[in-house]
């Protein structure tokens, strides 16, 4: 049976669920909402998709997550590449490339350095460092443009 666009979300035996999108391939899949990973049926790679929050010093060469990803004011991340489905905010300092579908937010006294930085929308106060490239709005290989 198919899901008008007004009803809220399917249940499943576990309680809601939730549509994401494989950071590495693109594919679209139907998860628990608490699930914290899963296997991509699209490329058959685990993908984590629970929030992250980050409160210290973390160095990683990838920072991939279907989830949200939000660092504190103490907080600080230093990778390659950062990814997260449903957004990024940061009161702390990052560097690296940031690539999110969703919205990237600084607030005060937050720091940015990386390549690039792509996103749908960014919201920032003042007080904030950015250095970089910045995309935005960003639009993903495949997704139509949206018309006015």
């Known amino acids: 049976m198919a899901r008008s666009p007004r009803q809220p979300a399917a249940k499943s035996l576990t309680g809601e669920t939730r549509v994401i999108r494989c950071y ?3 594919h679209r899949q139907e998860v628990s909402a608490k699930a914290l990973s899963t296997n991509c049926p699209g490329c058959h790679k685990a993908i984590r998709i629970e ?5 210290t010093y973390v160095p990683v060469n990838d ?3 279907c989830g949200k990803i939000e660092v504190t004011k103490k907080g600080r991340v230093a990778a390659k590449r950062i990814r997260a489905g449903d957004g990024v905010t ?3 300092i990052m560097h690296g490339s940031v690539e999110t579908p969703g919205d990237v937010v600084f607030g005060p006294k937050a720091e940015w350095k990386g390549q690039t930085l792509r996103s749908r929308r960014l919201i920032v106060v003042d007080g ?8 935005v709005p960003w639009r993903e290989e495949g997704e139509p443009a949206r018309r006015k």
């Open 90 to 92: 940061c009161e702390g």
């Open 24 to 26: 590495l391939c693109g």
């Open 128 to 135: 904030v460092r950015l250095e970089g490239h910045i995309i």
């Open 51 to 55: 929030d992250l929050v980050i409160k």
């Open 63 to 65: 920072l991939d997550t």
